[in-house]
């Protein structure tokens, strides 16, 4: 597509910056043309995938790629396999490559700013998508479109809280992580935390990454099991990790959803499932059908209009009566 031309809009009076919402404003004061990534009038997004560890990854990558064809977006995908170095590469190569709009989903939040400053210089908009960075300097990126990550912890405490209301007896937590030093595993474990620090009966016990996989979910939750007689509640960071779990607790002769209550966030249809089979009892949803606004972002940027700065994705929770009516009708 025909690079936006920030200069132009900005003169016509079209990007006014005073309507602007926080970072998502402006061209950081690149200004000019810079070129397009191919002559076909199609706009070409890069985008970065963390990998695909989960189902909940899955479904995501398959949003973003059916909602860039039928947008008529050129997309240029790549897995970064779950390694930081993989995705800084690939945005590299974006830049290169002079696409329109660089969109990506960070593995961890830190280490970002080199490359946002780079695609910044090379008048590229960037995008986040499902994960935010930690970076300072929020001219960086245009906008961030995705779940708010530290609600979704506070939902899983608060049906905890609910669930041991007026009980006086010690409540053993053990928590599965999602990647170390990525957004959601921070945000969530938060949000949780924040939530039954305001009951003393309630204690995580042990606390370990599975890094979002459902082997890794597995053979944590067996170490948990072996050191830790007493496990009351498993509060895991995502489904795939909860359902690896879950055969763990089952090989050791115990029954999930009810010698051990667990909670995890998602809402995959795997995890559904067994919610609806009473072995996990409360699921915090999280969308991954990003892509339809994923694609009306990238479309707005690319012409130089504004865009939000933060694009919140509605969501809501799942008991186990709930999950058996959403079954038959769920995407993912
Ligand atoms: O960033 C979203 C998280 O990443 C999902 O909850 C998890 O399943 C995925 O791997």
Not at 64 to 89: M, P
């Amino acid at each position: 597509m025909v690079r936006r031309n920030w200069t132009a809009a900005a003169l016509s009076g079209v990007l006014a910056v005073s309507v602007l919402a926080g970072c998502g404003g402006g061209d950081g004061g690149n200004g000019g043309d810079s070129g397009s990534g191919n002559d076909d009038g199609k706009i070409t997004l890069g985008f970065s995938q963390v990998g695909a560890e989960s189902g909940w990854r899955t479904a995501n990558t398959k949003s973003i790629q059916e909602s860039a064809a039928s947008a008529g977006i050129d997309l240029k995908f790549s897995d970064a396999q779950g390694k930081q170095e993989n995705q800084i590469s690939a945005i590299r190569n974006f830049i290169t490559q002079k696409v329109d709009v660089i969109a990506f989903s960070p593995v961890v939040t830190s280490g970002w700013d080199a490359v946002l400053q780079e695609a910044k210089d090379a008048d590229i908009p960037v995008i986040l998508t499902d994960r935010a960075v930690d970076s300072q300097d929020t001219s960086l990126f245009k906008s961030f479109i995705g779940s708010d990550f530290v609600v979704e912890g506070q939902k899983a405490g608060d049906w905890l809280l609910k669930e041991y209301e007026g009980k006086s007896e010690p409540v053993n937590i053990v928590e599965l992580q999602g990647t170390t030093g990525s957004a959601p595993a921070l945000d969530r474990q938060k949000g949780f935390q924040e939530k039954i620090a305001t009951n003393p009966n309630m204690k995580i016990v042990k606390s370990q990454t599975g890094d979002f996989k459902r082997a890794d979910g597995k053979t944590v939750m067996e170490t948990f099991l072996q050191s830790t007689p007493d496990i009351d509640v498993l509060y895991a960071h995502n489904d795939d990790m909860g359902l690896g779990a879950i055969e763990a607790i089952e090989a050791a002769g115990k029954k999930p959803g009810t010698d051990i209550k667990i909670i995890t966030v998602d809402a995959v249809k795997d995890g559904m499932t067994a919610l609806a089979d009473g072995k996990i009892n409360f699921i915090v949803e999280c969308s991954p059908l990003l892509g339809p606004q994923l694609m009306e972002l990238v479309k707005k940027a690319d012409a130089g209009e504004e865009i939000p700065a933060r694009v919140l994705t509605e969501e809501t929770t799942f008991t186990q009566e709930q999950a058996k009516e959403a079954l038959p009708t769920r995407q993912y």
